[in-house]
């Protein structure tokens, strides 16, 4: 008899973000079949009213969940995840993994009890910041660069664009000039299309900081939750139909997109999600 196949994931996020998620979970486990779905016609999450997002979030996933019959959901994206995970394990019949800001882990290493987080403005704002640091990292000082930019930056990077040093820098500036940015010596990535600038912040933000990027701690935590729900390891063999990636409004360009995301086993391109 054929082996069983392997169960169905959904990854949703407003852009390419949740990509760096996909990425961990290729590496993890390999067989895995990966359904994404990406809110482009809200993008960026971060200049949209919270009313608006939690309702529009909450009934996107839940609509794609009935359509695509994932065994497990993954928020990655922060700003939904902080906005819209209660409501979703509320309607949901299934695990939902969420992403959230890294502050639990920026405090566990720092040794100099300054640690910094990079976000979107939207998250930047959220009282659930001031929870996570109260909880887990009240010993610590935390300095906080809610941006604009830095999730377009983001996208145009994982195009293979090559981005203008200046701009990265200028936003990291607003993290590290700020009172008390000199002893900073975490940083915690508060938005998961920030994976695609990882190598940027490396190269020019200053030396000996540790960055702290989220995505396979995402990864693995989806796979623990996915194998309870299994009851077992995962399958060798794919499921059927393969690796599907969509959009809710349609991409500038679709061709590009579609080498872009080929990489990450989306072989067969994108559609449109209605």
Not at 71 to 96: G, M
Not at 122 to 130: D, F, H, I, M
Request: hydrophobic residues 45%; charged residues 20%; proline residues 8%.
């Amino acid at each position: 008899m054929p082996a069983p196949s392997s169960p169905r994931i959904l990854v949703f996020d407003s852009g390419i973000g949740g990509l760096g998620v996909v990425q961990a979970l290729r590496s993890l486990a390999p067989s895995l079949t990966i359904d994404y779905l990406a809110d482009t016609a809200l993008f960026p999450y971060g200049e949209q009213p919270d009313d608006i997002l939690r309702e529009r979030i909450a009934d996107l996933v839940c609509k794609a969940c009935d359509t695509l019959e994932p065994a497990l959901a993954i928020i990655a994206c922060n700003t939904a995840s902080t906005l819209a995970l209660p409501i979703l394990r509320e309607r949901l019949d299934l695990p939902v993994v969420g992403c959230v800001p890294p502050i639990r882990w920026a405090g566990r290493v720092s040794a100099s009890r300054t640690i910094g987080l990079l976000a979107t403005s939207a998250t930047a704002r959220r009282p659930y910041l001031k929870q996570l640091h109260d909880e887990f990292a009240a010993d610590c000082r935390l300095l906080i660069h809610g941006s604009r930019h830095l999730a377009n930056l983001a996208e145009q990077a994982f195009r293979g664009e090559q981005l203008d040093p200046a701009e990265v820098q200028q936003e990291l500036a607003c993290l590290f000039q700020q009172p008390g940015g000199n002893d900073i010596d975490a940083v915690g990535l508060g938005c998961t299309h920030y994976t695609f600038l990882l190598p940027y912040f490396q190269r020019l933000g200053p030396a000996g900081i540790m960055w702290l990027d989220p995505a396979p701690a995402v990864a693995q935590q989806a796979l623990r939750r996915l194998c309870d729900v299994t009851e077992a390891s995962l399958p060798a063999s794919p499921s059927s139909p393969a690796d599907r990636f969509f959009l809710t409004a349609h991409p500038q360009n679709g061709e590009e997109l579609a080498r872009n995301i080929a990489w990450l086993g989306f072989a067969n391109g994108w559609d449109v999600f209605s």
